[in-house]
């Protein structure tokens, strides 16, 4: 995202906060200084002036550009940094900083781009399963996941294939299709590689994680939204089935159909830090219009239903 701003000179119009850059909003000309945010780990944005949305790279350049369709952003990026090209004039030197921006820009591309073949609004159901995948893993235990969880949610560290070396998390569309892998792994990567990783073509604006199940099976329709994976385990374990993931900080428009289909009532417990609260005052007045909403703020700067233990998951969704 650093790359990208740097083509369009705004770099040093955004002021460092964290992990996050923080300033006016560059796609309607805003003029507020806190309304713009900018996730350098997560490689997405927020606008909560006019714009009222975020999204990743591909839909950063298709707003800059004045709302061109994702294809056309993805195809735009490619000619300039040289994504997919076989030339090494065109591509970046990965010996200097401005390099290995570059790089992690392609990366992001080559993970992130729709194929044409597959340009449409669906997310198609997965044609195999990963097999043999490991749920004793150390890396649960150490982050305090227990053994049904890994059960009900279909964990497995996997050693070999799409997700080698990465614990794979299964993600299912409303109908309850296998529709792709979440692969996580397992503690710090290691330099160039990213937390997450999901396959090429899959869009995750279109699904709600764990909503095939909690979606349905809870009469009273109260959803508990989080924003993560392992957000979303925590929750569970606490004894609250009906717990959903955004799978990031941004709620798209088709997830936030899939909540006014299902809910009554939806419960935000989003991370405690700038995104996390930004994205709750994006979200709460779009839900608001349909749904009964509760917002619940965690004890301290920097939390996450993740860090929290049961106990005080439990006081907090019975307040």
Not at 126 to 138: A, E, G, I, T, V
Not at 236 to 258: C, I, R
Request: with cysteine; aromatic share 8%; hydrophobic share 35%.
């Amino acid at each position: 995202m650093e790359t990208l701003l740097s083509h369009y000179g705004l770099l040093d119009r955004f002021k460092v906060s964290g992990t996050h850059l923080i300033g006016c909003c560059p796609i309607h000309k805003g003029t507020s200084a806190g309304q713009f945010s900018i996730d350098l780990e997560k490689n997405i944005f927020n606008c909560f002036g006019d714009c009222h949305g975020g999204g990743n790279i591909l839909d950063f350049v298709a707003k800059m550009e004045g709302g061109i369709p994702i294809r056309q952003a993805a195809l735009l990026i490619k000619k300039w940094y040289g994504v997919g090209s076989s030339s090494p004039k065109t591509g970046p030197d990965p010996k200097n900083k401005e390099g290995k921006r570059q790089e992690l820009v392609r990366q992001e591309l080559v993970r992130k781009e729709e194929p044409a073949e597959n340009d449409t609004n669906v997310n198609p159901p997965l044609k195999f399963q990963l097999k043999n995948l490991n749920p004793d893993h150390s890396f649960f235990a150490e982050r305090g996941i227990e053994p049904a969880t890994v059960n009900y949610f279909g964990l497995g560290f996997c050693s070999k294939g799409l997700m080698a070396g990465r614990v794979a998390i299964p993600i299912h569309n409303q109908r309850g299709d296998l529709v792709a892998y979440a692969g996580r792994w397992p503690g710090d990567p290691p330099e160039g590689e990213a937390k997450y990783k999901l396959p090429p073509g899959f869009k995750k604006r279109l699904v709600l994680f764990n909503f095939h199940r909690a979606g349905k099976e809870f009469p009273e329709k109260n959803l508990i939204v989080v924003e993560g994976f392992f957000d979303c385990f925590r929750v569970w374990q606490s004894g609250h089935k009906n717990v959903v993931g955004l799978m990031g900080s941004a709620l798209s428009a088709e997830q936030e159909d899939l909540l006014n289909s299902q809910a009554k009532m939806v419960t935000l417990m989003l991370d405690q830090d700038d995104a996390g609260r930004k994205a709750t005052i994006e979200i709460l007045p779009r839900l608001a219009k349909k749904l009964f909403i509760r917002v619940i703020e965690l004890p301290s700067e920097g939390d996450q239903p993740d860090s929290l233990v049961k106990e005080t998951l439990i006081r907090l969704l019975k307040e």
